[in-house]
């Protein structure tokens, strides 16, 4: 069956632009992750989705960082006013129940600020 | 708060001999572990978890590890390196006391000498 996927594969923007990364998670997954992976280092966590709610958005760095998930699939990452920082690969996963299932990852946006 | 530790950011092997890749975690509470692999092009996906019962679990293509409460341990073993083994792997872990939140390793890199 279809996996995890993510849209776009790779996205480049200015300092100061707004960017949308999309995650559609495998049909009948409640759960849904985000992460940030950054040169050399594992993925860290921003944000976790059961069902439509934000059952844990801790990880996110700032409020230039927003995610939603309206109808409890498909899930966008927002960036604001985005920074060099923030350059990175953005991963999502999903699983079918919780945070203690399988996560099956999505191959991950690349995201340069330039 | 929640660590993993990964000793080794690269481990190199011959072909055919053992493959030992050291996680070693803080939690205050039984978590659970987990290690991912990362192929190259690829996104991450689970080569096994300990969760409750037994201490010794088997993953995919003949990976296995254990998990050593007295040595705050979760060490990935394979008694034969296959080429196909070069990889980035990963280390995770989740306690239910922080809520839904995933802490990765910063990865091993494991290179596989024909």
């Known amino acids: 069956g279809a996996g995890v996927s993510q849209t776009p594969s790779n996205k480049v923007t200015e300092k100061g632009k707004y960017v949308e990364l999309r995650c559609d998670p495998i049909?009948?997954?409640?759960?849904l992750y985000w992460y940030r992976q950054s040169l050399g280092q594992g993925p860290e966590f921003l944000i976790y989705f059961q069902g439509t709610g934000a059952a844990d958005d801790s990880g996110l760095p700032n409020d230039r960082f927003f995610a939603v998930r309206p109808e409890g699939s498909v899930s966008t990452l927002k960036i604001q006013r985005t920074e060099r920082g923030d350059s990175a690969v953005y991963l999502c996963a999903s699983s079918p129940r919780g945070w203690a299932d399988t996560q099956y990852f999505g191959p991950g946006t690349r995201l340069t600020v330039l | 708060a929640q660590s993993v530790t990964q000793l080794g950011s690269h481990v190199s092997v011959s072909e055919g001999a053992l493959v030992l890749l050291r996680c070693n975690y803080s939690?205050?509470?039984?978590?659970?572990l987990f290690w991912y692999v990362q192929y190259p092009n690829q996104g991450l996906q689970l080569l096994l978890k300990?969760?409750?019962?037994?201490?010794l679990v088997k993953g995919i293509n003949g990976f296995e590890a254990e998990f050593k409460k007295s040595e705050t341990s979760f060490h990935l073993t394979k008694p034969s390196a296959h080429m196909s083994d070069a990889a980035e792997y990963f280390c995770?872990?989740?306690?239910?006391?922080?809520?839904?939140?995933?802490?990765f390793g910063t990865g091993t890199s494991l290179t596989v000498i024909p």
């Open positions: 995770a872990v989740s306690v239910s006391n922080t809520g839904n939140q995933f802490y």
């Open positions: 049909s009948g997954h409640t759960a």
């Open positions: 300990y969760t409750t019962g037994a201490t």
């Open positions: 939690s205050s509470v039984p978590p659970y």
